[in-house]
């Protein structure tokens, strides 16, 4: 297992853990259990009104109804004002953390001999070719590009830390330097006469599940893993509470 995942999995934890503990010190659980059971007696109340309605002993429009629905209402609002109070206070703690976690977890660093996309964008008409050999693009590193515009996306491996690349346009040749790609984590952009050349990182895998999720697949990115984990980790957690007693 990589640190990644290990990191990802620890915080996954630690946020559904946090999410439950401050459930069970922020809610006013009498206030929330004293609704339930009212709630409940309110919809054995109802039942009983139906079924005097079905023996036309009393009125479908009785008022009792209308009694009985409003206080329902009111005893809802109880429970959902009870139980939405913890995400006030862990919403921006919460969302800092996410975002710390999708700026760090998101792509694989890269490195030499990587494969990663990059896209070709501007007016292009000419060669592109690398110093050394450090850029392979389709296969090959010797590139003739004839179109007005692009976008396209082609593989890419870069062989040394310090490229310089060249494009041969309109007899003219420009070249530029790409630094700092190595170890990258995020997208970098160069731009070489009237190309522009934005190289992005492979998205970061942690887990490969033996079967397929739809709408997921069976690759889990850090956000995957980290909603599954923590949700399952407040899920049982929160079992555990009730089962105490200690939350309603």
Sequence with gaps: MSLAALYVILIALGVGLAGQIAY?????????????????EIQAQIKELRKQVQANQIKADDPKFKELQTEMLK?????????TKPTFVTLVPFLIVFFIM???????????????????????NGSITSASNCLKINDSYNVTIISKKLPETF???????????FLYQNKTLYNTSITGLIGSEGQK?????SLNMQFSPNPLILATL???I???????NWFWVYLIISFITSMSINRVFMRLKWIA
């Design 210 to 212: 033996p079967f397929s």
């Design 24 to 40: 069970l010190f922020i809610v006013d659980h009498e206030i929330v259990r004293n609704s339930k059971t009212r709630t409940k």
């Design 155 to 165: 593989p890419s491996v870069l062989n040394s830390t310090a490229c310089t690349v």
């Design 214 to 220: 739809p709408l997921i697949g069976n690759q889990l």
């Design 189 to 193: 952009t160069y731009s070489l006469g």
């Design 102 to 124: 999708s700026a760090y977890f998101s792509y694989v660093p890269i490195g030499i001999g990587t494969a990663i996309p990059l896209v070709l964008s501007g007016q292009v």
């Design 75 to 83: 005893e809802s609002g109880k429970m959902m004002k009870q139980t």
